[in-house]
């Protein structure tokens, strides 16, 4: 049996809060926040910006032959991680509702995921990191020592994005983000390649009716238990 490593994962559909509570508890733990769901991000933007078609493989492949992500700390507690993408910060233009669907059709991509799950794996490979996204606990990180599965109702996930979307000053439709919300958990999940799924050993937390401070504190009494 492989060794454990000192590894959280948070994986969760999407607009359920994985981002912040994986930053703020890698804050409290001292741990590096590693941000999955962005560096798939980064490369639906990288498509986007060169006109590739994210179901034509072949071309998406010849894009990663000279991928430069960057993942850096976010500026506040309130901000997501920054991203770099060939030298520029595109931390704002990876978080469109756009660029979001367009990650996870890149992410069925066996190209993208290898290239990407071997990047996380060694920016990983040390432990004491914060690993979030939608396989880090079942491919990315299976030896983790703490896994943890976010979920909450879509109805309630949609609000939330609305709500963060708004906080931009960005024009939004309720109805068009909470479709956009259930057709992603459904291309997720039904996807061949690391489809979206708990893995068997990890704890499911539903946050439908939880602050992020009550889900940050539950996952550090099951941490300091294990």
């Known amino acids: 049996m492989p060794d454990r490593l000192k590894v959280v994962t948070i994986d969760g559909p999407s ?8 930053r703020k508890l890698a804050a409290r ?9 962005a560096m798939y991000r980064a490369v639906a933007l990288k498509c986007k910006q060169n006109g590739v078609d994210v179901s034509d493989e072949a071309a998406v492949a010849l894009l990663l032959e000279n991928l430069d ?7 506040s507690e309130k ?37 990407l799950t071997r990047m996380q794996q060694q920016l990983g490979a040390s432990g004491k990191v914060v690993a979030e996204g939608r396989d880090t606990g079942t491919i990315v990180f299976p030896e983790a020592i703490w896994k943890f599965y976010l979920d909450a109702a879509p109805e309630e996930r949609a609000r939330r ?27 997720d999940s039904v996807r061949t390649i690391a489809p979206l799924k708990a893995a068997e050993d990890a704890e499911v937390v ?3 009716r939880l602050r992020a401070d009550e889900v940050i504190e539950h996952m550090l009494g099951r941490i300091n238990r294990k």
Do not use: W
Request: with cysteine; net charge negative.
């Open 206 to 208: 539903d946050s439908t």
């Open 69 to 75: 992500i960057q993942l850096l700390p976010a500026l």
């Open 79 to 115: 901000e997501e991680v920054r991203v770099i993408l060939d030298g520029k910060d595109v931390s704002s233009l990876i978080r469109s509702p756009e660029v979001s669907m367009m990650a996870s059709a890149v992410s069925a991509l066996p190209s993208v995921r290898e290239c």
């Open 15 to 22: 607009g359920v809060g994985k981002s912040t509570i994986s």
């Open 161 to 187: 994005r609305i709500n963060q979307l708004r906080s931009r000053g960005e024009v939004v439709h309720e109805e068009e983000i909470l479709a956009q919300i259930l057709k992603r958990d459904r291309d």
């Open 29 to 37: 733990m001292n741990f590096t926040y590693l941000d999955t769901g």
